[in-house]
């Protein structure tokens, strides 16, 4: 005997209350530990968190060393209800956010796979232990994971009805997913493929399509792309760090998990600083080469046993 068939919108609405369910259970289970209401100082919470209320009181930094969507949208914005950095407004927008990710998955598997799939998908994303375990913590990975989310259903919906807005919606999408981590610009050549393969064939609309992806890719990051660049007197994107990230992470010496600075970082902050770069960075870590330490740090390479512990070094 045939069971009834499966009301889509409201076991969407299902997995919606779910996730939103077992992630303020995790908020309110971790609300009094250490790492939620008073981080670390070399943690990137703290960075987030001091970042935040300094540019709620006005104080901007000078350049914008990660990526800025999080410390200087996301968290400004949810201090409004607390002022002083109270931990419930970030964990219950996190929640919320988590939660709108999973409707997204359910959506985006349904139009790929069929609704039956759609719902299996929302619900497993619901419970997925670090996709809820990372919920009252002030990082960046809620946020990522709902733009990634965004950015595909985006892309699915523009290739099934290939409009000027979903293009639109795309190109906001990867923005957003951009100015949270930067390897989101991997994505941008698989997707300006995907536009050029989908619309080939009506160069009207095509060329409508890329006109909305890109104005809306390019309009949320320009503010933060021109401020670094008139501080650094060289055109920079919304992150200043490349380098600093690439010789931290991207380097024989480093190690894995990158929790020291390998001696590459040091060479790098020395040929800076011979450039004139800020002595202080936006995330409020001193540049290091300036010191003697650095400078002993870079020229021990024979016996590498001279390293500085990593302060704080959020992701890019």
Same mark, same amino acid.
């Given at each position: ?11 969407? #609405? ?19 530990? +250490? ?6 100082? /070399?943690?990137? !919470? ?10 709620? =009181?006005? +104080? %901007? ?5 990660? =990526? ?12 409004? *209800? ?5 931990? #419930? ?10 939660? *709108? ?6 959506h985006t598997a349904a139009r790929l796979f069929g609704k039956t799939t759609g719902i299996i998908a929302g619900l497993l994303l619901a419970v997925s232990k670090f996709h809820v375990f990372y919920t009252p913590f002030l990082l960046l990975e809620v946020w990522f994971a709902f733009w990634t989310a965004l950015t595909l ?5 523009? !290739?099934?009805? *290939?409009?000027?807005?979903?293009? !639109? ?17 991997? %994505?941008?050549?698989?997707? $300006? ?6 619309? #080939? ?6 060329? $409508? /399509? ?29 992150? /200043? ?26 060479? #790098? ?29 870079? +020229? ?5 046993? =001279? ?10």
């Amino acid at each position: 005997m045939r069971g009834k068939r499966i009301d889509f919108k409201k076991a969407c #609405w299902l997995v919606f209350a779910i996730a939103l369910l077992v992630r303020l259970i995790v908020c309110w289970q971790l609300s009094g530990t +250490h790492s939620v209401v008073s981080p670390s100082d /070399v943690t990137d !919470m703290e960075t987030y968190r001091r970042l935040a209320l300094e540019i709620r =009181q006005g +104080h %901007w930094p000078a350049v914008f060393d990660y =990526q800025p969507f999080y410390y200087t949208l996301f968290l400004p914005a949810a201090y409004v *209800f607390s002022p002083k950095g109270g931990v #419930w407004p970030p964990m219950l927008l996190q929640a919320l956010v988590g939660a *709108f990710t999973c409707l997204l998955a359910t959506h985006t598997a349904a139009r790929l796979f069929g609704k039956t799939t759609g719902i299996i998908a929302g619900l497993l994303l619901a419970v997925s232990k670090f996709h809820v375990f990372y919920t009252p913590f002030l990082l960046l990975e809620v946020w990522f994971a709902f733009w990634t989310a965004l950015t595909l259903y985006a892309a699915v919906r523009l !290739m099934q009805k *290939f409009n000027w807005k979903w293009g !639109m919606l795309l190109g906001a999408a990867c923005a957003g997913a951009l100015l949270t981590r930067g390897n989101a610009l991997l %994505w941008t050549p698989g997707l $300006a493929a995907l536009i050029l393969w989908r619309g #080939w064939k009506s160069s009207k609309q095509m060329a $409508a /399509v890329i006109a909305a992806a890109a104005a809306a890719f390019i309009i949320p990051i320009a503010p933060y792309s021109i401020h670094n660049s008139l501080n650094s007197n060289k055109l920079c994107g919304a992150s /200043v760090a490349g380098g600093k990230v690439l010789s931290l992470g991207n380097s024989p010496e480093a190690p894995a998990g990158g929790l020291e600075y390998p001696r590459t970082y040091y060479a #790098w902050a020395e040929d800076e600083a011979a450039g004139g770069s800020h002595a202080t960075s936006s995330t409020g870590r001193r540049a290091s080469p300036l010191s003697s330490l650095s400078r002993s740090a870079v +020229h021990c390479c024979s016996s590498g046993t =001279q390293r500085k512990s990593r302060t704080t070094s959020p992701s890019t």
